[in-house]
């Protein structure tokens, strides 16, 4: 474990995002004192967080995942396998706070579906489409035809229902695969598919986030599908919702929706918009307290997500890994770093990034300013993907699964650019109002295309990366200009929300796919370069060998 090369690497990620929203502060987007002071700090805070959490990370998670997945396979008991992995994967997801937030927003907003009601679904889904993921590697069924079929399928339900209903299935997803969840996933499918085995190993290795990410989806689709009765009873929730509840809804997607605006933050707005001789309080003492209250409840929140693995852990230790002592000591120590990384991350994060985000979207949503939201779109979208936790742990996988031939530069640059068109194409809808399905429905199809002449690799990878691109960083940034955007316009937050998730969700999958195409060509054009210099090789040899008789002869 290098922390200090962590920290170094997650600050070259977060200061140009910081870099920017000072920029626009001082020239076309002032927001208040305190919210930049908060921003700041909350920045910093992020930083540290997510190098100690990622160290956490290649401490605890990744191992234990591995050796999980590897143990549960070396069983060779196929029901077993599914039945651990549906249960491992209900239990982390239904712990998740986030998806507890989620549904005490969602049973606010629509009446319809429950809190307790979306929480078990998404569990459920997530769960069952995880297992399916693992008996996709056991059976070695097709990636592309899970995805085409699955997404196919979930593409038809949302199209029955109301858009506000999609909103809250895509967000779903991404408050399911936090940077606990998505972790331990990945590593899960490493070690089943290094038991497995195999000419299609590495092909195997990743793609189980994607497919479960599919599952909360479609869990939700069909619950509100079936509570709605389908889109013609559900015209009421499709209409425009007041600006609160919009919000709400779309802010849902990640990190503690209600610590988004804290105490300090608001009191801090309130007196930057008075300014006058009654402000007492400095803005470094409101962020610093803003901070300090944030902190007690991401603790909670991070503790009760992080118990059930740590649960698990030790249940699989006592009956199937039997770590040595030394394992052990480094797995509990990984497990504690991943508890103090994540509590700063979400508390930086949620103090510091959403109120920052929502006030500069308010102030560029004007007509005068709305000229810059796309490409500020397209610059915020490439930076911010680049400090998604589970983003991280995603890239290292896949340069350490490749032997250094998918370099994670590489991988993230290819991701960046995704998800820096789908945010920009997300702010033009906003400024044109048209519908999010006029953007979606090619790109998924594009996607969808793609898979069947780009490497199986690449294929799993790519929808691994639309499944973790939609993380706390996105959700806590771009989703509130994105918000703050259309309520300034006039716009709809709750389906603008969703249209911002659903294009982070579907553009890096064609962006990766697109750069496995451009691979497999530079590896089959220096195959052939290779196959020529051996040829050339072989024929000067033999020619040489030939003269040397002659050679001989005459003399």
């Known amino acids: 474990m290098n922390l200090k090369q962590k920290l170094s690497e997650t600050a070259l990620a977060i200061v140009p995002v910081v870099i920017i929203i000072i920029a626009l502060h001082v020239t076309i987007a002032p927001i208040s004192v305190t919210t930049l002071v908060s921003f700041i700090a909350g920045a910093v805070v992020v930083i540290f967080g997510l190098g100690i959490f990622l160290a956490g990370v290649d401490l605890a998670i990744v191992p234990s995942g591995s050796l999980i997945g590897a143990a549960l396979t070396r069983t060779r008991n196929l029901p077993a396998i599914l039945l651990s992995v549906f249960a491992a994967g209900f239990i982390i997801t239904l712990a998740e706070p ?49 995805i085409v079929l699955s997404y196919g399928t979930v593409l038809l339900l949302a199209s029955r229902v109301s858009p506000m209903f999609v909103a809250i299935a895509f967000d779903s997803s991404g408050a399911a695969t936090g940077p606990l969840t998505v972790p331990f996933f990945i590593a899960l499918g490493l ?46 929730s499709s209409s425009t919702p007041t600006a609160e509840v919009a919000s709400k809804t779309a802010v849902v997607s990640q990190a ?22 009654e402000q007492s309080t400095s803005p470094f003492r409101e962020a610093f307290s803003a901070l300090l209250a944030a902190l007690p409840r991401q603790a909670k929140n991070v503790t009760i997500a992080l118990a059930p693995l740590a649960v698990l852990i030790a249940l ?40 920052a985000g929502t006030e500069i979207g308010v102030v560029l949503g004007e007509p005068s300013r709305q000229w810059i939201l796309v490409p500020l779109g397209c610059v915020l979208g490439a930076l911010i993907v680049c400090a998604e936790p589970a983003m991280w742990v995603l890239t290292a996988q896949v340069e350490e699964v490749s032997a250094g031939n998918i370099r994670k530069p590489v991988l993230l640059a290819a991701v960046a ?17 048209f519908s999010v399905w006029y953007l ?32 706390p960083v996105s959700s806590t940034l ?32 064609i962006s990766i796919q697109i750069l496995g195409i451009i691979f497999h060509a530079k590896e089959r054009k220096a195959q052939r370069r290779r196959e020529a210099a051996t040829k050339q090789a072989a024929q000067a040899a033999i020619h040489t060998d030939g003269t040397h008789p002659a050679e001989g002869g005459s003399k």
């Open 98 to 146: 986030n998806l507890k937030v989620q549904g005490d927003l969602v049973e606010s907003v629509t009446g319809v579906i429950g809190s307790m009601s979306l929480v078990i679904a998404v569990s459920a889904g997530l769960a069952l489409f995880l297992a399916l993921g693992m008996g996709r590697i056991l059976l070695q069924i097709p990636y592309k035809l899970i």
């Open 191 to 236: 070690g089943v598919s290094s038991v497995r085995g195999g000419k299609k190993a590495d092909d195997d290795s990743f793609g189980t986030t994607g497919i479960a990410a599919i599952g909360a989806i479609f869990a939700v689709t069909v619950l509100a599908f079936a509570l709605s009765g389908g889109a013609e009873s559900s015209g009421a």
């Open 256 to 277: 503690d929706a209600l610590d988004a605006t804290p105490d300090g933050a608001q009191d801090g707005a309130a007196g930057s918009a008075d300014s006058g001789p």
């Open 316 to 355: 699989f230790q006592k009956v199937l890994l039997r770590m040595p002592p030394a394992q052990i000591r480094r797995i509990v120590a990984g497990l504690l770093y991943t508890w103090i990384g994540l509590v700063l991350f979400f508390t930086g994060a949620n103090t510091g990034f959403i109120p």
């Open 417 to 433: 650019i995704g998800v820096a068109c789908g945010v920009g194409l997300s702010m033009w809808r906003v400024i044109e109002g």
């Open 440 to 471: 979606f429905a090619p790109a998924f199809l594009l996607a969808m295309a793609l898979t069947f002449v780009t490497p199986k690799l690449f294929v799993s990878i790519a929808f691994d990366s639309g499944s973790v691109a939609t993380g």
């Open 478 to 509: 771009i989703l509130p200009v994105t918000l703050g955007a259309a309520l300034s316009s006039g716009g709809n937050p709750a389906t603008d929300g969703f249209g911002l998730i659903a294009m982070i969700a579907v553009t890096p999958p």
